[in-house]
């Protein structure tokens, strides 16, 4: 269905701003966001996505620190990004971030199963779309993912 990221985004700023400013964490959304085309996709599947990336965001990003959504689009495609100023990922990690049960902390101390990233990406392949990841120890990290525009 064709739907609004505006609106989404504003929900979810809502729903996970008051959890992420008990930790002293800032939800910030794009600031271009009403201008952005409308996507098209499971709005639900879209937001579970989104839930599980800015649950990781919040879990792994110290006290202090900002977790930003943006959008950029082209004729064809969107992308979503989201952004954080956390702990990153290192090189030797990132291929397998998105594998079943793959947890950085192999002493899983963090609480977690594994399965978030794995699940987000599965959700998008059902739908045509693509996630990937970049990041820098120490620094943070930003997961991106792909939309179909809904407007052509
Ligand atoms: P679950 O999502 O099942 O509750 P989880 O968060 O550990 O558990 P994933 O969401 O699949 O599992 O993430 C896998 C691992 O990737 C995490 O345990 C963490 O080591 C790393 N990771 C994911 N997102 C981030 C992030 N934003 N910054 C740093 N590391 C991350
Ligand atoms: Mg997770």
Same mark, same amino acid.
């Given at each position: +269905?064709?739907?609004?990221?505006?609106?989404?985004?504003?929900? !979810?700023?809502?729903k996970?701003?008051?959890? /992420?400013?008990?930790?002293?964490?800032?939800?910030?959304?794009?600031?271009? *966001?009403?201008?952005?085309?409308?996507?098209?996709?499971?709005?639900? =599947?879209?937001?579970?996505? !989104?839930?599980?990336?800015i649950?990781? /965001?919040i879990?792994?990003?110290?006290?202090?620190? =900002?977790? +930003?959504?943006?959008? @950029?689009?082209?004729?064809?495609? *969107?992308?979503?990004?989201v =952004?954080?100023?956390?702990?990153? %990922?290192?090189?030797? @990690? *990132?291929?397998?971030?998105? @594998?079943?049960?793959?947890?950085?902390?192999? /002493?899983?101390?963090q609480?977690?199963t594994g !399965?978030?990233l794995? %699940?987000? =990406? +599965?959700?998008?392949?059902?739908? &045509?779309?693509? *996630?990937?990841?970049?990041?820098?120890? &120490?620094?943070?990290?930003?997961?991106?993912?792909?939309?179909?525009?809904? @407007?052509h």
């Open positions: +269905e064709v739907f609004s990221l505006a609106v989404l985004f504003q929900e !979810l700023s809502a996970y701003g008051p959890q /992420a400013k008990e930790r002293d964490l800032s939800l910030v959304l794009p600031d271009k *966001i009403h201008d952005c085309p409308p996507a098209l996709g499971d709005p639900d =599947r879209i937001e579970q996505v !989104l839930i599980i990336l649950d990781n /965001a879990k792994f990003t110290p006290a202090g620190g =900002r977790i +930003e959504l943006q959008v @950029d689009w082209n004729d064809s495609q *969107i992308r979503v990004h =952004r954080d100023t956390g702990i990153g %990922i290192a090189p030797s @990690d *990132i291929k397998s971030v998105f @594998d079943r049960f793959y947890k950085v902390d192999k /002493a899983h101390q609480p977690g !399965l978030g794995s %699940i987000a =990406r +599965e959700l998008l392949q059902l739908m &045509g779309q693509s *996630i990937s990841v970049s990041s820098k120890e &120490g620094q943070g990290t930003v997961f991106t993912f792909t939309l179909s525009r809904g @407007d």
